[in-house]
Structure formats: structure tokens, C-alpha cells
Nanobody
Framework: QVQLAESGGGSVQTGGSLRLSCVVS?????MGWFRQAPGKEREGVAA???????YYADFVRGRFTISRDNAINTLYLQMNSLKPEDTGVYYC?????????????????WGQGTQVTVSS
């Protein structure tokens, strides 16, 4: 069973930055970040393949950067220029099959999440 543990969440003001980390027991060919705001559906934020290809939701492209360090089994999400609408619980997740995208339903292993709050 793949285990994932997120960290790095916190509270920042609009325009601030945070870096989320996720320590994974076993890296897969596709690792992703997702978020869920109160009362909203979970949405894909970014994903990165084993070959280094990255995928982003339109609402974070140019502001967030996803990366992975396979040597230490860690996934990162660098978040810059944060906005209040970025507020939510951020989850890291992995896929066990070929391909890579930001569709939550295709990810099978999930962390418990870390809270990100952006104040206006």
C-alpha cells in the first residue's frame, strides 16, 4: 500500500508563497496535487510524470510548480502569487497505471491533506 504524507500548509496573505511537500512510501509514474475548498468538489491542481512532464490546471498555471525528487521519495508543490481562491485542503496522490493527468478519479492513493489558507 502506498502511503503519502503532506506538509507545508499554512496561512499566508494574498501574493504570498508556500511550498508543499509530500513524502511517499513508493513513487509511481504519475504523482499529483489536488485541492478541495469547503463545500466544493475536489479539483486537480498539478501532476508530474516519471519522465518529468508536468500538467497544470488553468487556474494555477504560471503560479504553481510541481516537481518530484525520486531519490528521497518526495513530491513538491511550489505555490507563488497565492490568491484567496487557492484556499483549501491540498492532497497529494499517485496513480498506479500508465499515463498522467489531473483527473482525481484516476488517482488511487491519497494523503490526508494539508490546509492552505490565503487571506485577502
Amino acid at each position: 500500500q502506498v502511503q503519502l504524507a503532506e506538509s507545508g500548509g499554512g496561512s499566508v496573505q494574498t501574493g504570498g508563497s508556500l511550498r508543499l511537500s509530500c513524502v511517499v512510501s513508493r513513487m509511481t509514474n504519475c504523482m499529483g496535487w489536488f485541492r478541495q475548498a469547503p463545500g466544493k468538489e475536489r479539483e486537480g491542481v498539478a501532476a508530474v510524470s516519471g519522465g518529468g512532464s508536468s500538467y497544470y490546471a488553468d487556474f494555477v498555471r504560471g503560479r504553481f510548480t510541481i516537481s518530484r525528487d525520486n531519490a528521497i521519495n518526495t513530491l513538491y508543490l511550489q505555490m507563488n502569487s497565492l490568491k484567496p481562491e487557492d484556499t483549501g485542503v491540498y492532497y497529494c496522490a499517485s496513480r498506479d497505471v500508465r499515463g498522467c493527468n489531473i483527473y482525481a478519479e484516476q488517482f488511487t492513493n491519497w494523503g490526508q491533506g494539508t490546509q492552505v489558507t490565503v487571506s485577502s
